[in-house]
């Protein structure tokens, strides 16, 4: 698994998305990256799960909280089958975990580790430390929409969906700076992972690849 080296220039959500997909690499997965045909990209009503240890509440899935200074907006996360919406979900809280731990300063969230296997939760403190260390944390809004889920030939969840960083910042705790997308660069990022499921039925990040403007 690869990672670019943390670049705190300007937005935190410009850097998030090149980073915390890219910090996995596509681990080979040859599966990955094929384009999901039929996937539920939104506007589906989400059934009931069919494993009792899947869902909101269940296999010990902490509860994580943002802050109303940043807010997280996930556009058309449903799906008509179960275990897609599985993946939907923990493939969600993922993606809120690595953000809560920016905001709460804590590289070592335990949430963090519940939704990463050992390397990509790796991969993850990594990121959330650079943060830390030079004291940024994030405001504003993200919009995650366009979300594609497939469960692909050796069991692996692979999601696809879209950040809209436009609206997110970054904040320097001590100066007060707040600093945006840098210029030139697109606030649409498409972002790639796989996920595997653990025998409690929790769907956890194993890979992550981006692709800026792939929107």
């Known amino acids: 698994m690869n990672r670019r080296p943390i670049r705190l220039v300007t937005a935190a959500l410009a850097v998030s998305a090149a980073l915390l997909l890219n910090a996995c690499g596509s681990g080979g997965d040859k599966d990955s990256s094929d384009k999901i045909e039929g996937a539920g990209d939104g506007g589906s009503k989400a059934s009931a799960s069919a494993d009792p240890s899947d869902g909101p509440g269940k296999a010990g899935r902490p509860a994580i909280k943002l802050p109303s200074s940043f807010k997280m907006e996930f556009v058309g996360w449903t799906n008509s089958d179960p275990k897609l919406q599985a993946i939907l979900d923990d493939g969600k809280e993922a993606l809120r975990a690595d953000h809560a731990a920016i905001i709460e300063g804590d590289p070592d969230a335990s949430y963090v580790k519940f939704y990463n296997n050992p390397t990509s939760e ?20 993200a919009r995650i929409s ?11 969840g692979i999601l696809f969906y879209c950040m809209d960083e436009s609206k997110g910042f970054t904040k320097n ?31 956890k990040t194993s890979s992550s690849t981006t692709k800026r403007g792939g929107c």
């Open 122 to 141: 790796a991969s993850s403190k990594k990121w959330i430390k650079g943060f830390v260390d030079k004291d940024l944390t994030l405001t504003g809004e």
């Open 173 to 203: 705790l001590k100066t007060k700076e707040v600093e945006g997308t840098p210029k030139g660069q697109s606030p649409r990022v498409q972002y790639q992972t796989r996920l595997d499921r653990t025998k409690d039925g929790v769907w």
């Open 146 to 156: 366009k979300p594609q889920v497939r469960i692909n030939s050796t069991g692996s």
